[in-house]
């Protein structure tokens, strides 16, 4: 609140002595010297109160602006409700584009893909679905349950609210941040200094009623002067200096789009040694692309963009960022589907964990072709053979085991990987399941999160000011290395968790 607001200008120790310094000298009558010094305290106190008011209120706006609403089941009747509204018990439902506003259960879910990074990190969608996991298991495996603060990528699904606001596992980490806020440097420094005067202040007003009491002098007077004498180490324009310049910083940097919401927070900037930052959504872009397409003898090929690209142009079902990508890279490398004609498509569900689309081409419309794509292991148990330099080869069981390899090399090194398998057939009027069969393995589609644009010229600068920086990611340390690497970083000097459980 304001008041609250208001209260804490008058915390630091030097802003408390000098309403000390206010009343002895209206107690020795010295009225111009209580009205300066308490014009001073006024001055400077309210100088920080209207400037961490103004941006505090900015802060409260942009709050009411962004103010969401979900759609809720309440006695069979849906509606929409303000999120601040929600309660356990309600059902709330979902679908792509909305932001989960409570911690639940899912108890209905259709082709139902959530962005999990504001909490783990992850910039790929994990898949959701009704179901039961262990108790202890970790938030990333908790394949049953959404939080606060991630969003639907694609589908729908109907959510128990079990748990809501600061009983979240978001309002938990939340709680524990607010639970005592820490003290900056600056207000440590300041405070330190306050209290050192008192200190000084103290033994004066001491030593010097002591020695006038020894020399025979007034008790009243003695003390006094002891007091006048204390008053006067006082540094009375300190706070209002304090404030005018952290002021200034304060409308520099909201010049520059930041609200400041404690000035003392001006000063830790100006200080800062070390930056420590998140890796997805801050370093990257948090969005996914793809970053090359290999044969099955992992070379780079276009004829394995293509084939994925058709795939991903023709798809009607589940709208995901994976299938995004493709399109975006195809048509950036100039692909279309022109010459081609959509036949069939057997739709992604999450036990095939793969999307076929069969298509013919137009000079041959006798002729079907099917493009199949998505997780390694589902589409190569499709596959009966692989392509090499334009021939068939059927996939022996060290084949395959050289395909692994590849896969899990690039998941290593941070990467996302599809598969692609196709199959040629006499035409048909329908296609189903069964025909994902006798197939022919095509290659990898290889995936990551981008670097920021303006992420290594920001580091750059950074370590043209002296501060250097350290990344802390719940990604693996290859992908944090990848990264690292791209945009400028050491990436030698790493630490993971249990390297870090170890250290005494």
Partial sequence: SAFRLLLRQFESPLVLILIFATIISLALQQWVDSAIILAIVIGSTLL?????????????????????????????????????????????????????????????????????????????????????????????????????????????????????????????????????????????????????????????????????????????????????????????????????????????????????????????????????????????????????ALDAANRPSDEVRQLAFLNAAFETGIDNPLDAAIVAAGESAGLTTHGFTKIDEIPYDFLRRRLTIVVADDGNPTQHFIVTKGAFSNVLDTCSSLERDSVDTPLTTQLRAQLDAVFRAKGAEGFRVLAVATRSLAAKPRYGRDDEQGMTFRGFLIFSDPPKADAQRTIHDLARLGIRIKVISGDNRYVTAHLAEAVGLNSKSMLTGDELGKLK
């Fill in 48 to 292: 920080g109160f209207f400037q961490e008011y103004r941006a505090s209120a900015a802060v409260e706006q942009l709050k009411r602006r962004l103010a969401l609403t979900c759609r809720v089941l309440r006695d069979g009747v849906e509606r929409m409700v303000p999120v601040s509204t929600v309660v356990p018990g309600d059902l709330i439902l979902l679908s792509a584009g909305n932001l989960i506003p409570a911690d639940g259960l899912v108890i209905e879910a259709e082709d139902f893909l959530v962005s999990e990074a504001s909490m783990t990190g992850e910039s790929f969608p994990v898949e959701k679905q009704p179901g039961t996991v262990k108790p202890e298991a970790a938030l990333s495996a908790r394949t049953n349950t959404v939080f606060l603060g991630a969003s639907v990528q694609s589908g729908t699904a109907k959510v128990l609210v079990v748990e809501t606001g600061l009983r979240t596992a978001f309002g938990a980490i939340a709680a524990r941040l607010r639970s005592r806020q820490p003290e900056t440097d600056f207000g440590r420094g300041v405070r330190q200094f306050g209290y050192l005067l008192i200190r000084a202040m103290v033994v004066i007003v001491l030593f010097v009623l002591t020695v006038n009491l020894l020399l025979g002098r007034p008790m009243i007077e003695s003390l006094l002067f002891a007091v006048a004498l204390a008053v006067g180490l006082s540094p009375e324009l300190l706070p209002a200096i304090v404030s005018v310049t952290l002021s200034a910083g304060a409308r520099a940097m909201s010049r520059r789009g930041v609200i400041v919401r404690r000035l003392e927070a001006i000063e830790n900037l100006g200080s800062m040694d070390i930056l420590c930052t998140d890796k997805t959504g801050t370093l990257t872009e948090g969005t996914i692309v793809l970053n090359g």
